[in-house]
């Protein structure tokens, strides 16, 4: 029987299964991607950690730094445990092989980024991400560790609020598994894939995990903090790394003036720019003056990107840029130990709201995160495991999921689900992007509701069973609308600005919002409140 | 501008050649994408990043590996599957071959060397290290389709990796595993090489890893391929030369 199953195999999937089975426990890894096509891939600019405490730099200051940044959102107590633990997490990766950046002294080099005056972020040129995830899976390969690549989690299996195990689809034959665990870990990633064509994300980053954990009753929170990168390459929404920043990059006007101090954070730095791109003006990124030997050093990839997608040169030319939707603060509620409201449920990694973030994330906060909640998702699950002698499930669950499948088999569709999932991103980067207000909140709820309604009914024109890829992704839009409610009531009640959340009719951070939002399903309808930061 | 997508449908035992019509000037995978909003939408393909780093979307255009985020199309370019593998739907094929290459070749740390890493040192495995599985490298090596047990280039690249990685200390457990169906069985044609969307240069690894083999005492069983049954001469290796150097940057 499996002890501890885990949905999802970027950095805080593959983290989690390590430790798990570290700890002695059978393990299955189960996700919709092979391992090495997970989103993690993509982080370019680095993962922080205080290396050493000396006069530049120590622990307290990146507590108060991502404190500071989560508006007085995050939970003080989670923040010190990953800050403290930082040089412990970078020092386990670097032990299992990640080749990390070094500086003349032989130590692992560091750099600055946004919203703090220490170099603290660890990088690898700019493939950070990629070496992290591809050693991760190196080792889970060395530890035998099992997958099942290409498996799409469909819902949970929860009897009295206690989680029993998952119902997934193989995408290769369309067949139903029904997968019993005694404890399940969720690392499904991030939402901001809900911003279809204004997003730096995966294609696959579409919330399915904490949909799930949403029908299933956990509790999600903070959905309303959607992060924006400021420099992403205009109108091909692909990232350039704070990094570029942090060596020392400018931002500049039509007129090559700078507008804005680059090492603000993001939110800010990223409403400043959505303002002249909003009253038809270009920004642009100018790196010109870091030299190409500093550019090619690095950051290799991104000079590539700049070359290959807009035919420009960073040595060379201004590179034009606008913000998009980059990163979600929000997600299914973790307590420091990872679990959620859901007895033997864990979440890691971007799916879940584990009080570091709050309001806004610092760069490199995330894949800090990931790892180190990944670690202690895995040990924690392995050990509740561990006092489970026996599962016994019914099987209403999947066959509820069968019926789901079999009517969207049997539908006749009239309704265009591609195009539905453009219509949602542009409506929500307008609408609930970086300045919001409640009349166009409330018009995007409208919307929404209507979406829903019309999705219930339609099915799929292809009914071939074999890699059936519109089943996938119609099952993915129908998990983005079911995002789209919690965050905008959570953007409509929080009366406030804070941190990624502007709102243009309540300009300033009010202490009556001190406090996070919460949203479930109860009995069928939403339940929504704010609930004091512990 | 007119684009032949290769389809295939193991349901309805179809396999074709399809011709649409489409907007020049866009990515392939930006075209895929048209294909199938105006004309299929049951077009099967994978995709992720869409900047060339997750590794999912590589296909052949006119027989060459390319990853369709990073390329552009021409006129009747004809898109295909990646080869050396089945494929399961259209452009879609079968990967889990992947972790049983990587398993056979050893390629992780083994055991950690307390040691310090200068800058020199990370260098030295940067290139290889940049490696995103893309699998264009299995696909454009012609050896597979006269021994499927070959370790193949995109594995022997990662072994090296970790061979000439300093916080190694059991290098030679990795060499070993090399031995079989590894090192000595290339060719040395350098497909690989030229398809690398991340330069990297899996050809000239190979030789590296020879080298490292025989300095480690393992036998060289060069001479013993160059003469022996099989792999003699005259090897046909597929390799189009039109395809020019590199043709995933454009
Ligand atoms: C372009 C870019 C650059 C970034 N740069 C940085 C940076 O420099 N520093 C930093 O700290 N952070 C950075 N981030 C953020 C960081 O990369 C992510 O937050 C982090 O990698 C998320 O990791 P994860 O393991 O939680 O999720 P992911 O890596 O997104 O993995 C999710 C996994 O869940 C699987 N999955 C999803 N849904 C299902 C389902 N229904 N069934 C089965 N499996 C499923 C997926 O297949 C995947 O394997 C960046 C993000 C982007 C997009
Ligand atoms: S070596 Fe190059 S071609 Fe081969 S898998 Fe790696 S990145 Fe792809
Ligand atoms: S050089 Fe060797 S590994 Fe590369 S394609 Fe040729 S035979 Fe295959
Ligand atoms: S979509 Fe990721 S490499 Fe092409």
């Known amino acids: ?534 | 501008m007119n684009i032949k997508i290769k389809r295939f449908n193991s349901e309805q035992d179809i396999d074709e050649i399809v011709d649409y019509d489409i907007k020049d000037n866009k990515t392939i995978l930006e075209s895929l994408i048209e294909v199938k909003i105006k004309y299929d939408e049951s077009l099967a393909f994978r995709c992720g990043c869409r900047t060339g780093i997750c590794g999912s979307c590589s296909l052949r255009v006119n027989g060459v590996e390319k990853l369709a985020c990073k390329s552009k199309l021409n006129e009747n370019d004809l898109i295909e599957p990646i080869k050396n593998t089945k494929v399961i739907k259209d452009l879609i094929v079968d990967l889990e071959h992947e972790s049983k290459l990587l398993k056979k070749s050893n390629t992780f740390l083994n055991k950690l060397e307390e040691t310090t890493i200068s800058k020199e040192d990370e260098k030295l495995i940067d290139t290889q290290s940049n490696c995103i599985l893309c699998q264009s490298c299995f696909s454009s090596c012609p050896i597979y389709e006269v021994n499927d047990k070959f370790l193949g280039p995109y594995a022997l690249t990662r072994a090296l990796r970790y061979v000439d990685d300093k916080k190694e200390s059991h290098k030679v457990q990795t060499l070993e595993k090399i031995q079989d169906n590894g090192v000595w069985d290339c060719t040395l044609c350098g497909n690989c090489t030229m398809v690398c969307p991340q330069f990297i240069d899996p050809k000239t690894d190979i030789m590296n890893l020879r080298m490292k083999s025989v300095q480690n005492g393992f036998e060289d069983r060069s001479m013993q391929y160059m003469t022996g049954a099989g792999f003699a001469g005259g090897f046909d290796t597929g390799f189009d030369p039109t395809g020019g150097f590199n043709p995933n940057g454009f």
């Open chain 1, 1 to 534: 029987m499996i002890d501890v199953l885990i949905i999802g195999s970027g950095g805080a999937g593959l983290t989690a299964a390590l430790n798990a089975k570290k700890n002695g426990s059978e393990v299955l890894v189960v996700s919709k991607t092979y391992p090495t096509h997970s989103q993690t891939c993509q982080a370019q600019g680095g993962i922080n950690a205080v290396l050493n405490e000396t006069n530049d730099d120590n622990n307290q200051n990146y507590i108060n730094d991502t404190y500071k940044a989560s508006h007085n959102l995050g939970n003080q107590k989670n923040i010190k445990y990953l800050c403290e633990n930082s040089k412990n997490t970078l020092m386990w990766l670097d032990s299992i092989g990640v080749p990390f950046s070094r500086n003349k002294n032989y130590g692992i080099a560091q750099r600055k980024f946004g919203g703090t005056k220490a170099k603290r972020t660890c990088y690898s040129s700019d493939y950070t991400g990629l070496k992290i995830l591809h050693t991760l899976y190196d080792q889970c390969i060395k530890e035998e560790i099992e997958f099942l690549n290409e498996h799409y989690l469909l819902d949970l299996i929860v009897e009295e609020n206690c989680v029993k195990g998952t119902i997934v689809l193989n995408m290769q034959t369309s067949e139903l598994i029904q997968i019993a665990a005694k404890t399940v870990i969720l690392a499904t990633g991030g939402y901001a894939g809900l911003y279809h064509q204004f997003t730096t994300n995966s294609f696959v980053s579409t919330g399915d995990g904490i949909a799930a954990a949403f029908r299933a009753g956990a509790k999600l929170s903070n959905m309303e903090f959607i992060q924006f990168h400021p420099t992403t390459l205009e109108n091909k929404n692909i990232l350039i790394s704070e990094s570029a920043r942090g060596e020392g990059g400018y931002l500049v006007d039509k007129d090559g003036n700078r507008f804005i101090d680059e090492l603000k954070p993001r939110d800010e730095v990223a409403r400043a720019i959505f303002k002249k791109n909003h009253d038809g003006e270009k920004v642009y990124l100018d790196l010109r003056h870091l030299g190409i030997e500093k550019i090619q050093e690095a950051m290799p990839q991104e000079r590539r990107l700049v070359i290959d997608f807009l035919n420009l040169k960073m040595e060379e030319d201004l590179i034009p840029i606008n913000p998009s939707a980059h990163y979600t603060m929000g997600g299914i509620e973790t307590d420091i130990d990872a679990k959620t409201s859901i007895k033997n449920l864990y979440a890691c990694g971007e799916c879940s709201q584990s009080g570091i973030h709050g309001a806004n994330r610092l760069g490199g906060n995330s894949l800090l995160e990931i790892i180190t909640f990944g670690q202690v998702a895995g040990k924690n699950a392995s050990d509740s495991a561990k006092e489970i002698d026996d599962l016994s499930i019914s099987d209403i669950q999947y066959k509820k999921n069968e019926k789901q499948i079999e009517e969207i088999f049997e539908k006749e569709t009239n309704l265009d689900y591609l195009k539905i999932k453009k219509e949602i991103g542009k409506l929500f980067f307008v609408n609930v992007g970086l300045f919001r207000e409640e009349k166009k909140l409330i018009k995007a709820l409208d919307y929404i509701n209507k979406k829903k309604e019309e999705i219930s009914k339609i099915g799929i024109k292809n009914k071939d069973k074999i890699y059936n890829k519109n089943l996938i992704e119609l099952l993915e839009l129908k998990n983005l609308i079911t995002l789209c409610e919690p965050i905008l009531l959570c953007a409509i009640e929080r009366k406030e600005s804070r941190g990624a959340h502007y709102r243009v009719d309540f300009k300033d951070k009010s202490l009556e919002y001190e406090k996070n939002s919460v949203c479930l399903l109860k009995d069928g309808k939403i339940k929504n409140y704010f609930e004091d930061v512990l």
